[in-house]
C-alpha cells in the first residue's frame, strides 16, 4: 500500500503511514512562473493493489484542491488499481443547496468532480452528510474523541449542539457516555450574515457545557451560543469541533464569550498555537476506516 500525501497533509499522512503499514511516496511539487502547479510521484504506483492519496483542503483551499486532483490524476495514470482518497476536510461544503436565486452549489461541483476514478472517498464530519448520499463516500463522525477529550476539563456536563443541524454530533459524543445531550434554535440572516440565537427548554443551571459543532470559522456563532448559556447559569463552557479554521479574530471572540477551553481535530494543514486550544490525532480513527474498505 501506498499513501501519496498533499501538501495540507503531509504530517498526518506520515502518522497514517506508518499506523497502516504504509509506504509514503515522496512527492515533487513546483509552481511555474507563471503560477500554475506541477506534481509527480517520485514512486510509481504500478502493480501496488492500494493507493492512498490523503490532503486536507484548508488553509489555501482552491490550490489544495487542484493539488488533490493532479494527484489522483498521476495515481491513475501511473497504473493505481484502487484508490482511496482521505480529505479529512473538504472546502466548499457548506454552500450545499441554492439559498439565493443564481447560485451555484459548490459542495456538488466538488465531491463530484472528487468522486472520479476513486474506489471510495473518506471525509471527517462533512457539513451535511445527505450529500454523499449515491456517491462512494464515507463519513466519519469524531465528535466522541473529542468530547472524550473535553470532559477532561468539565464535571456535571451536558452535550449542547449550537444549532439542529448539529443535533447528530452531540447525540454521537453524548451517547458513547450516556450524557444529556440538546440544541439551540440559531437563526442566520441569509443577506446581513447576522446570527441570532433563542433559548430551548434545557436546563445548564449550575452545571458545564461541551458545545459540539463542525466547524469554527470566525467564531460568531459558537461565541453568541456560549454567552446564551452562560446567561442561563452554565458554569463553564468548552467546546469540542472538529475544524478549527479560527478566521477573523475568531479566538478573540471564543475568549471574550467566557469559553475556557477548545479541543479540535487534527485535520487541517495548520496548527494555531495558542494556550485555550488542544488537538486529538485523527489518524488511528482514519486507520480504522480505511482497513474497513480494504476488508470489504
Known sequence: MLIAPGSNFTRQSLELARLLGAELIDVERKIFPDGEMYVRLKRLPGGVDTVIVANSMYPNQDSSLLETLLLLNAAQRNGAKNIILVTPYLAYMRQDKIFLQGEAVSAEVVLNTLSHGVKKGIVVDIHNPSLLEAK??????????????????????????????????????????????????????????????????ISVENRDVVIVDDIISTGGTLAEAARFLISQGARRVVVAATHG????????????????????????????????????????????????????
Do not use: M, Q
Open 136 to 201: 462512494p463516500w464515507i463519513n466519519i463522525l469524531v465528535s466522541d474523541i473529542l468530547v472524550e477529550e473535553a470532559l477532561k476539563h468539565v464535571s456535571k456536563p451536558v452535550v449542547i449542539a449550537p444549532d439542529k443541524g448539529a443535533l447528530e454530533r452531540a447525540k454521537h459524543a453524548a451517547a458513547k457516555r450516556g450524557l444529556d445531550f440538546d440544541y439551540l434554535i440559531k437563526e442566520r440572516d441569509r443577506v446581513t450574515g447576522e446570527v441570532s440565537i433563542k433559548p430551548r427548554n
Open 245 to 296: 479554521l479560527l478566521v477573523g479574530g475568531a479566538l478573540r471572540k471564543i475568549r471574550d464569550a467566557g469559553i475556557s477551553r477548545v479541543v479540535l481535530a487534527d485535520t487541517l494543514g495548520l496548527i494555531h498555537e495558542d494556550p485555550i486550544l488542544e488537538y486529538v490525532n485523527i489518524a488511528p480513527r482514519l486507520r480504522e476506516v480505511v482497513e474497513e474498505v480494504l476488508s470489504r
